[in-house]
């Protein structure tokens, strides 16, 4: 039996269930909770913050702001600060009050000294006097939101026997900002990309670590955003067990089975697509596919077990090429009509053009090519080129499947413009059969629509 995190003071203890296999469905959800008295259950976010023996900072906003934050936006920018009450001042991760212009609370959250972003809210006004155990309350905040996670994933149909590897928390979505969570089977990989993850890394552990048929857990901060955070990332500690983590694991998508490794990119796997993946395999019978930018195969295999007749998988990553032909094999896939190639994406392009080579189906799915919006305009260039070369591989009334990851382009609405372009260059015409994001267990928030980030488009091409 698993130990849960600390139990709430006069509660019984928070649970978070799964069935211990992990193909199996999520059990349900428990979170039981002693009720509160009719005068607490009615005190201000002010009352709860003055009945703590050491008090808490003030965040006061400047006038006209706060309207903004009462909407839901999560994260309060270091301009929108009018000014800071206390003494001594809150350092990084503290949890601190949120007021308007009058000192009138309206939110709590976590307060970063040195990040542009100065609070990340956890709970508004409303909130807190609803659900007064979580107010001010990270550990207890962190049990609900984990747990109101799980039973997201679980009315989607997550885990399944068909799919046990999934996004369990995503950030700004789950009420998180800068917690990503990944589930592979029985392994669980936490992205962290906030300060106040890492301070309270020890309680997101216990959290994760409390739901049936995870067995391991693998911390992978990313240390560039956590630099921009304020942190002295040569003070990260690595994974306290990490010799009980496993460096690769096997987990099934919609039936198919991949290897994954945990020095791989991301968390490992890229759940996000797990939704095209599927409705490639739906379109594939009888065609001619290619995959560029494979990675470990996602597209390729699910087009081969649609029925195609020849894939071929082109990605620049021997590591990846090989968890790919690894994946063939555990599906026992025909290796006769999938292949994969070590090569550029452009260059691969390229020769096939010169070789009169088409394909019926063709999917483009690049890395991130414009990590921020000062990238675009070098991005939109990138973006258009390897389009136009992937429009000209593809047989007329054929099928083009491109994808961008880049938050700023899918943010910029500019994508389809590029398409566009990319189309004349090629000589082609362009339309949209279908147009989808990232998998539905990546939900965001619609005041952050920054967490919108994966734009997947299916054009006919003629």
């Known amino acids: 039996m698993k130990t849960t995190v600390a139990t709430v003071v006069g509660q019984l203890p928070a649970r978070l269930t799964m069935y211990p296999s992990p193909f199996s469905s999520i059990s349900a959800v428990a979170v039981t909770k002693t009720a509160m008295t009719t005068a607490t259950a009615a005190a201000t976010l002010q009352d709860i913050a003055s009945s703590h023996p050491k008090g808490f900072a003030n965040v006061v906003l400047k006038k006209g702001k706060t309207q903004l934050f009462k909407e839901g936006t999560p994260m309060v920018f270091s301009g929108a600060v009018d000014r800071i009450i206390g003494r001594p001042p809150p350092t990084t991760g503290d949890a601190v009050l949120v007021s308007d212009a009058t000192e009138k609370p309206i939110a709590w959250g976590l307060y970063n000294s040195a990040s542009m972003y100065a609070v990340r809210l956890m709970q508004l006004e409303h909130e807190a006097i609803s ?18 996670a799980v039973e997201l994933r679980k009315r989607l149909g997550l885990p399944s026997r068909l799919t046990n590897a999934y996004r369990l928390v995503n950030g700004e979505g789950d009420r998180l900002s800068g917690l990503i969570v990944d ?20 309680e997101v552990e216990a959290c994760i670590s409390s739901i049936d048929g995870v067995n391991h857990i693998n911390w992978r901060p990313s240390l560039e955003i956590l630099k921009k955070e304020g942190l002295d990332v040569a003070t990260i500690k690595p994974d306290i067990q990490p010799s009980s983590c496993p460096e690769t694991t096997q987990v099934v998508e919609n ?7 945990l020095a791989g990119q991301k968390t ?31 597209f390729a295999l699910n087009a081969a077990r649609g029925g195609a007749i020849d894939v071929t998988g ?15 094999v555990l599906n026992n896939l025909d290796p006769e009509k999938i292949s994969f190639l070590k090569e550029d994406a452009a260059q691969f392009m390229k020769g096939a053009i010169a070789r009169n080579e088409s394909w019926d189906i063709v999917i483009l799915d690049p890395p991130k090519l414009a990590p921020s919006r000062k990238d675009l305009r070098s991005a939109s260039g990138m973006y258009r080129n390897l389009n136009t070369l992937a429009m000209r591989l593809v047989k007329r009334g ?3 499947m491109t994808c961008s990851c880049s938050g700023a382009m899918t943010q910029s609405g500019t994508f389809m413009r590029i398409l566009q372009g990319a189309a004349l260059t090629a000589g082609k015409k362009i339309t949209i059969v279908r147009q989808a994001g990232a998998a539905s267990d990546h939900p965001v928030d619609p005041s952050y629509p920054e967490g919108m980030y994966l734009s997947n488009i299916l054009l006919r091409v003629v």
């Open 131 to 148: 659900d007064p155990c979580c107010a001010l309350n990270m550990e207890k905040l962190l049990q609900s939101r984990i747990a109101e």
């Open 268 to 298: 490992g796997f890229y759940a996000d697509q797990r939704e095209s993946r599927h409705f490639i395999s739906t379109i594939s019978q009888g065609q001619k596919v290619a995959d560029i930018c494979c990675y470990s195969g996602g």
């Open 398 to 400: 054929g099928l083009l």
């Open 183 to 202: 589930i592979f089977g029985d392994l669980a990989v936490v992205a962290s990309s906030a300060a106040w993850v890492e301070k309270y890394r020890q």
């Open 255 to 261: 039936g198919i089975s991949y290897a994954i490794s």
């Open 314 to 328: 082109v990605d620049t990553s021997l590591p990846a090429l090989e968890l790919a032909s690894q994946n063939v």
